[in-house]
């Protein structure tokens, strides 16, 4: 069975730290992962995907993929009190359908 | 960009009665949507794959006659409830790619469906 693990916080940081979040997954065959954010009552919402193993940035926030050691990370600089939030990762094998981890709560403390 | 509508947002219903979430893809085909269910500080769980012109298939523990899918056209999927039950209250949320399938179209949520039976 395929499994997405994340810490389930929550994860408190200080307005302008970087907040660092965490997935392992089970699948060695996957071959996207996806972060999304989810607000308390809301639906997700894509912040990145990655597919090749390194770094991919984008604004402040910055995806890493080790597939040798199934994990992919989240860094969010700069964090502000808006990215207070539920960040769910998510792994795709095939077939287009995603696993999701029970997600990380973020509070970013003013 | 893509976007996926769900509809309604809200509904509240009686024990026994049935409820019907409507799914569409806005400006992209969608040969494939996912039905994901969420309750309270729990993630999604995916419960059925919706796929146009042929029958869902559904994740182990789902019950097909209690949550009937149709993909009838390329942009809507619906998924009715049917006989309702308290335990049912949760938060549906659908899910769509483009048909094309491109790596970089990844997938798009409707803004989720708050379900609660009395």
């Known amino acids: 069975q395929k499994e997405v693990e994340q810490n389930s916080g929550p994860l408190s940081v200080p307005e302008g730290a970087i907040a660092s979040l965490n997935c392992t997954y089970s699948d060695r065959g996957s071959q996207s992962f996806f972060w999304y954010r989810q607000y308390s009552g809301k639906s997700p919402e894509l912040i990145m995907f990655?597919?090749?193993?390194g770094d991919k940035e984008d604004g402040r926030f910055t995806a890493q993929l080790n597939k040798a050691s199934q994990y992919v990370s989240l860094l969010i600089r700069d964090s502000q009190p808006s990215d207070s939030a539920t960040y769910l990762c998510?792994?795709?094998?095939?077939?287009?359908?995603?696993?999701f981890g029970k997600g990380t709560k973020l509070s970013v403390i003013p | 960009g893509a976007v996926v509508s769900q509809h309604p947002s809200r509904v509240i219903c009686k024990s026994g009665t049935s409820v019907k979430i409507e799914c569409r893809s806005l400006d992209f085909q969608a040969t494939t949507m996912f039905w994901y269910r969420q309750f309270p500080k729990k993630s999604l769980m995916l419960m059925a794959t919706s796929n146009e012109g042929s029958k869902a298939t559904y994740e182990q523990g789902v019950e097909k006659d209690k949550f009937l899918i149709n993909h009838a056209s390329l942009t809507l999927s619906t998924l009715t409830v049917t006989s309702a039950h308290p335990e049912d209250s949760s938060f549906y949320i659908c899910s769509a790619r483009d048909g094309r399938g491109s790596r970089d179209s990844p997938l798009h949520f409707g803004n989720g469906t708050r379900l609660t039976v009395t």
């Open positions: 998510a792994v795709e094998g095939g077939s287009y359908q995603l696993t």
């Open positions: 990655i597919y090749s193993n």
